[in-house]
């Protein structure tokens, strides 16, 4: 079978697998009880046990957090696999290999970077920090009040982009190398699995763990939630910095 042949059997092939993949999506969107009644699944006990029992459980007073780093951890965990997976993805689909050099393109993407405008410098001067703290402060608080790993590292990368278009690829790439993001991404993620490995094997073997819920309200409390607030906001944040940084040039320094 000659190239062309099997490049049409394999796109007969994408097409029939869509349509059955959609079919089998509708109708299972047909079966899906009416909202609201009584005896839905999700109507359960399930949601005023976290809401009663959850801050006792976990020192999250911010039942979400509780619920998704604690409860359902390694749901979470996977999550965050998969924005590392799309991050890896993007990587193997958008890298230039080849003839052209890294520092080629490099310089014929600083073509369109700012070139010390006064305006946008000193702006972000005073906004990149706000930024950075806020999103510090949206990852550390999550356990207490609205907010957590997800959104913190959201507007951690969004200073990190803020920061690149206020001030260029080389002023940016001076801290932030394709190394230090594979370390801290991959740090971020063991540390994610062992502990919450840790915490669960000890929980269903009834052994005493270090992990405690400690006083809720209080910022050092809440056993791991908040180190692995840290760990996913962190695991966002980069992928969200190394999809913009492949997409605009396609690749990173070293």
Known sequence: MNKQKRDRVYAVLCTVLT???IAVMLFMVGELPPLGRADNPDINEVVE???EEGPEETGALNAVTGMILH???FDTL???CVLFVSAVCVFILLRIDGEASNDTLVAIDRRYEPTGDPILTQT???LVPAVF????YITMNGHLSPGGGFSGGAIIGAGLLLFLNAYGLEKTERFMTSGLHRRITALALCFYAIAKSYTFYTGANGLKSFESAGTPGAILSAG???PLNICVAIVV???IYSMYIMLRKGGFNK
């Open 19 to 21: 349509l059955i993949f």
């Open 237 to 239: 944040a980069m992928t």
């Open 124 to 126: 972000f001067k005073v």
């Open 224 to 226: 791991l939630i908040l």
């Open 49 to 51: 046990f976290y809401m």
């Open 71 to 73: 409860y359902r951890a």
């Open 78 to 80: 996977g999550e965050s």
């Open 133 to 136: 703290m806020f999103g510090i």
